[in-house]
């Protein structure tokens, strides 16, 4: 698995880039991230983005109460803004927690590149990680591109690597990793893109294309679901989601979710929003999945 791992990178290191690439604003969503590991981001992006290319980075802060996100976050700002002039770092704060689909909402609305990629805040971007996405959404803006992830431990920042996969989805409306189409493997090319159901949750987008078809929904409350929904979203408008091996992020897990200690509830409400919205006569398969009557939705009061 090794062999194959490196010969794939291989590839991408011998690929080549359009020069002319649509801009890009950069938006990281947290809430009570450690000030350690937003640095890290935001290191990250600035010195492994090409300069011409990001206009700018967002932070959309869902009303985090930790301290050292304000005074000590704030000096770091600054000092980062001094040593690169030509930069813009902007702040959006929720006077509430609004939860993920509002938060990335928040971001695009605050961007204004060409592209907008709307990350986790627990993430390190790979060098050349910005430009194969540029380059997929350069040649169709209808697409909606993902990286490929790796793993890094919380507890010992060691990476572990894994290789291109979808991102799938199951009756519950949860996110897994799947094998891509029986076609893609014919390439026998393990850095060229692959078709996905739906993203894992970072997700690089046209900005204008993204807002034609909506955007996220802000309705999808706390964690869960908003994913699978962009997912369906964008393959019914008309618009298609690629998962594309040449870009790697790192990505940290956290020892829990931020919001709530059991996201169960929320995320059988938003199942069953996307169920009632999108899935027509399979949306049966929802309930079940959730072992929930028939009759029970998002809007007959389950909330």
């Given at each position: 698995?090794?062999?194959?791992?490196?010969?794939?990178?291989?590839?991408?290191?011998t690929?080549?880039?359009?020069?002319?690439?649509?801009?890009?604003?950069?938006?990281?969503?947290?809430?009570?991230?450690?000030?350690?590991?937003?640095?890290?981001?935001?290191?990250?992006?600035?010195?492994?983005t090409?300069?011409?290319?990001?206009?700018?980075?967002?932070?959309?802060?869902?009303?985090?109460?930790?301290?050292?996100?304000r005074?000590?976050?704030?000096?770091?700002?600054?000092?980062?803004?001094?040593?690169?002039?030509?930069?813009?770092?902007?702040?959006?704060?929720?006077?509430?927690?609004?939860?993920?689909?509002?938060?990335?909402?928040?971001?695009?609305?605050?961007?204004?590149?060409?592209?907008?990629?709307?990350?986790?805040?627990?993430?390190?971007?790979?060098?050349?990680?910005?430009?194969?996405?540029?380059?997929?959404?350069?040649?169709?803006?209808?697409?909606?591109?993902?990286?490929?992830?790796?793993?890094?431990?919380?507890?010992?920042?060691?990476?572990?690597?894994?290789?291109?996969?979808?991102?799938?989805?199951?009756?519950?409306?949860?996110?897994?990793?799947?094998?891509?189409?029986?076609?893609?493997?014919?390439?026998?090319?393990?850095?060229?893109?692959?078709?996905?159901?739906?993203?894992?949750?970072?997700?690089?987008?046209?900005?204008?294309?993204?807002?034609?078809?909506?955007?996220?929904?802000?309705?999808?409350?706390?964690?869960?679901?908003?994913?699978?929904?962009?997912?369906?979203?964008?393959?019914?408008?008309?618009?298609?989601?690629?998962?594309?091996?040449?870009?790697?992020?790192?990505?940290?897990?956290?020892?829990h979710?931020?919001?709530?200690?059991?996201?169960?509830?929320?995320?059988?409400?938003?199942?069953?929003?996307?169920?009632?919205?999108?899935?027509?006569?399979?949306?049966?398969?929802?309930?079940?999945?959730?072992?929930l009557?028939f009759?029970?939705?998002?809007?007959?009061g389950?909330?």
């Amino acid at each position: 698995m090794d062999g194959w791992m490196d010969g794939w990178m291989g590839k991408c290191a011998t690929k080549v880039y359009p020069e002319q690439l649509p801009s890009l604003s950069v938006v990281l969503i947290y809430l009570n991230e450690a000030l350690s590991i937003l640095k890290r981001a935001i290191h990250s992006i600035i010195h492994r983005t090409p300069a011409h290319l990001l206009k700018e980075i967002i932070l959309v802060d869902d009303h985090s109460t930790n301290e050292d996100l304000r005074g000590s976050f704030d000096f770091y700002i600054a000092a980062t803004l001094k040593q690169h002039p030509q930069l813009k770092i902007l702040r959006v704060r929720h006077d509430g927690q609004m939860g993920l689909a509002h938060a990335r909402v928040s971001g695009w609305t605050a961007a204004s590149a060409d592209v907008v990629a709307i990350l986790d805040a627990h993430i390190e971007v790979n060098v050349q990680w910005a430009e194969p996405l540029l380059a997929q959404i350069k040649a169709d803006r209808t697409v909606i591109v993902s990286p490929v992830f790796d793993r890094v431990n919380y507890y010992d920042l060691e990476v572990v690597r894994y290789i291109p996969a979808a991102h799938a989805f199951d009756w519950a409306l949860w996110c897994m990793y799947e094998s891509f189409s029986p076609e893609w493997y014919t390439h026998n090319d393990a850095s060229i893109p692959g078709k996905s159901p739906s993203v894992m949750g970072i997700l690089v987008a046209d900005r204008a294309f993204l807002g034609e078809i909506g955007t996220l929904d802000a309705g999808m409350e706390v964690y869960g679901g908003e994913n699978v929904e962009l997912g369906i979203r964008v393959w019914t408008c008309g618009g298609s989601i690629e998962v594309v091996p040449c870009s790697k992020i790192a990505h940290i897990e956290r020892a829990h979710k931020p919001y709530i200690s059991d996201l169960s509830h929320a995320m059988k409400r938003n199942a069953l929003r996307v169920a009632d919205i999108w899935m027509d006569e399979y949306k049966y398969h929802v309930n079940i999945a959730w072992n929930l009557p028939f009759k029970v939705s998002a809007y007959n009061g389950y909330k």
